[in-house]
């Protein structure tokens, strides 16, 4: 397929991840892929940038129109967790989970309308099932996937009359270098992974590339008529309804 030819994305934290496997699938697809995270990314052309950094958003913006001159799918995917008690959490660190979570979202939003607005673009936010529900010690990461999910509708609501369709993606335990090493650091891998297994639906964890398929769908003109919707993947975990034992 080539439903994105001729058409340019911006792809934050794509150098890994769900981010690198959305970026891939928008380039098989015919898509100019641009990557925006920390250091360089020796595989798409990137912008190196620090999201904490105030003008970071409009920076990376600004650089995405000089190298190509326009914009139609604009990826909202970096992020940070830090496990903590929110009595733990200084009001810093807090911030600072915000700023990249939910801040810097909002941030490209904001730079990238005039250019979606030529376009016809859309944006696809990169929330969490921790936007739904939550995990211990999670309470910055929880409130800001959750604004984020607040966002997504906000953006869609007040823009989708101008051809911006604005949609976000809330994957669970998804098969990360990440969240493998976490598997691999537990007493008993196997015995921990089998576990996960059973709490999904469908018998096991998702695949970075499960998510990519949904996001290039909700970017393409396929979507044409869903907007401000949180779209989860998340092989049924949440509609479960937890048995004890």
Not at 19 to 47: N, P, S, W, Y
Not at 134 to 142: D, G, L
Not at 172 to 189: A, H, K, R, V
Request: proline content about 4%; overall charge negative.
């Amino acid at each position: 397929m080539t439903r994105f030819q001729s058409k340019v994305a911006l792809v934050t934290g794509g150098r890994s991840g769900i981010g690198r496997a959305i970026a891939k699938r928008l380039r098989e697809e015919g898509a100019r892929v641009i990557t925006a995270q920390r250091g360089q990314d020796t595989e798409f052309e990137c912008i190196g940038v620090d999201f904490n950094e105030p003008e970071a958003a409009d920076d990376a913006i600004a650089t995405v129109m000089q190298l190509a001159g326009r914009l139609d799918v604009l990826v909202n995917n970096a992020g940070m967790m830090q496990e903590q008690l929110a009595e733990e959490m200084s009001l810093v660190d807090w911030t600072r989970n915000l700023t990249v979570n939910l801040t810097t979202p909002f941030a490209l939003i904001k730079a990238s309308l005039p250019h979606l607005r030529q376009t016809q673009g859309r944006i696809v936010n990169i929330g969490s099932t921790e936007g739904l529900g939550s995990n211990p010690k999670h309470a910055a990461y929880c409130a800001s996937k959750a604004g984020l999910h607040g966002l997504t509708r906000a953006i869609a609501i007040d823009h989708s009359h101008e051809g911006i369709r604005c949609n976000a993606v809330a994957p669970g335990w998804i098969d990360t270098d990440l969240n493998i090493d976490f598997i691999e650091s537990m007493p008993d891998p196997k015995a921990f992974k089998q576990g996960l297994g059973k709490i999904h639906p469908v018998g096991r964890t998702g695949t970075p590339e499960e998510v990519a398929n949904l996001v290039a769908w909700l970017a393409s003109e396929e979507s044409g008529f869903v907007t401000g919707q949180v779209w989860t993947v998340d092989g049924g975990r949440m509609a479960k309804l937890s048995l004890p034992g």
